[in-house]
């Protein structure tokens, strides 16, 4: 069963739904955003029953946005239940804290901030919503400088929000030790007997070491075996201490020069935000992730990659890094942008007034092409947009 909210459902979701004929729960904001009667709609009641009957069946999210319908809902549920303890970053830090004994984190109130003593504060360190999402509110912080400027940006007007409390909640920060190395985004999966089973892995790739920004993140044959074992091993540790079965999920980490993962967090019930993680390979190659949660199957990653195993595969984030102001821009130039790369396989335009991003690349980048991602990681992206030009008197 599939659970669908706003902000954004893919093509390639819909399609994978419409194929597999996946029941959809019909609510209010799941038919706003597919007006499709194709689909196996299913009433909310329904839903509701059938969920706490079979509480073995997969369940799937596009968004957690939909984590509000499922607290209204079935807030007694283990899905809830499990979502609740992975989206708290500070409850996340509770449960492996005897795994990594020695890991400093803290957590506090958004007004408290502006009165704690800089003179006490363990640098380096990050600082972000305790409930979080799509890097908003996120700072690495590693001297008094980096903190004078932290402090300021950390206030309810620079904070607000069009995603509900329980997706994020900038009352509560969890301050926490800054963790070195290598950034990595999986698509996963808990199987019925709580099995990992890993659907994707993308190297997050970032312009510096204070980069926060969910610029570039890319996927390769090479990538995914060279990190699925051990990447596995770590996450049945996690998913012990946790209990959980048929749960889907996206998980951020990070692997030092030694080879040691940290985690960074753990986002339940869904893959990559607004689809993309997750539709990437699918409109690369065909590959649903979606498909194989909901049949509880593994990927064949020979399969997956076949003909195309020398390939790199990347997101790019359009967030506005401009430096311009909303009101000064007047058009983002996708067809120019689009010219930048080697095989663009998609361009999703967004709203970027209303999601504060100009949308989502596809691209396909034979080797030795890198540059063209290493070009666009550190791009301010005022190449593509088009300002209002200003009235005279």
Not at 60 to 70: D, F, I, K, P, R
Not at 84 to 111: A, M, N
Not at 219 to 248: C, M, R
């Amino acid at each position: 069963m599939i659970l669908i909210d706003k902000p954004f459902a893919s093509d390639f979701l819909i399609q994978t739904i419409k194929e597999n004929n996946y029941e959809v729960v019909s609510t209010e904001d799941a038919r706003a955003l597919i007006e499709d009667e194709e689909i196996s709609w299913i009433p909310e009641k329904e839903a509701c029953r059938f969920i706490r009957e079979n509480p073995g069946a997969p369940l799937y999210t596009n968004s957690e946005n939909a984590l509000s319908w499922l607290d209204n809902h079935l807030g007694d549920s283990d899905f809830v239940k499990h979502a609740r303890l992975f989206k708290d970053k500070t409850r996340f830090r509770e449960l492996i804290h005897s795994l990594y004994p020695g890991f400093f984190f803290r957590s506090v109130k958004l007004q408290d901030i502006p009165s704690l003593n800089e003179k006490e504060l363990p640098y380096p360190f990050v600082i972000k919503p305790s409930v979080g999402f799509f890097s908003i509110g996120v700072h690495v912080v590693k001297n008094e400088a980096d903190w004078e400027l932290a402090r300021k940006e950390l206030n309810y007007e620079n904070l607000e929000s069009i995603f509900p409390g329980n997706v994020l909640d900038t009352s509560i920060f969890i301050m926490e030790e800054y963790i070195e190395g290598e950034e990595f985004a999986i698509d996963c999966y808990f199987n019925n007997e709580g099995e990992v089973v890993i659907l994707n892995i993308l190297h997050h790739l970032f312009s510096s070491g204070a980069d926060t920004s969910d610029r570039v993140y890319s996927t390769s044959l090479d990538i995914v075996l060279q990190y699925k074992s051990s990447f596995e091993a770590f996450l049945h540790s996690i998913g012990q201490k946790a209990g959980i079965k048929n749960f889907p999920a996206h998980v951020e980490l990070r692997v030092d020069a030694e080879g040691r993962i940290n985690p960074i967090e753990i986002n339940p019930l869904r893959f990559g935000g607004w689809c993309t993680t997750a539709d990437l390979l699918g409109i690369a190659t065909g590959y649903s992730p979606y498909d194989l949660y909901l049949k509880n199957e593994k990927p064949d990653w020979d399969l997956v990659f076949k003909g195309k195993s020398n390939l790199k595969f990347s997101i790019i984030v359009l967030n506005n890094n401009s430096g311009y102001a909303l009101e000064e821009i007047d058009y983002f130039n996708y067809e120019l942008l689009a010219k930048d790369f080697e095989k663009p396989l998609l361009i999703r335009k967004m709203d970027v007034e209303k999601y504060s991003v100009f949308g989502f690349v596809f691209a396909e980048t034979s080797p030795g092409n890198e540059e063209e991602l290493n070009k666009i990681l550190v791009s301010d992206l005022r190449k593509y947009i088009h300002l209002k030009q200003s009235k005279g008197l």
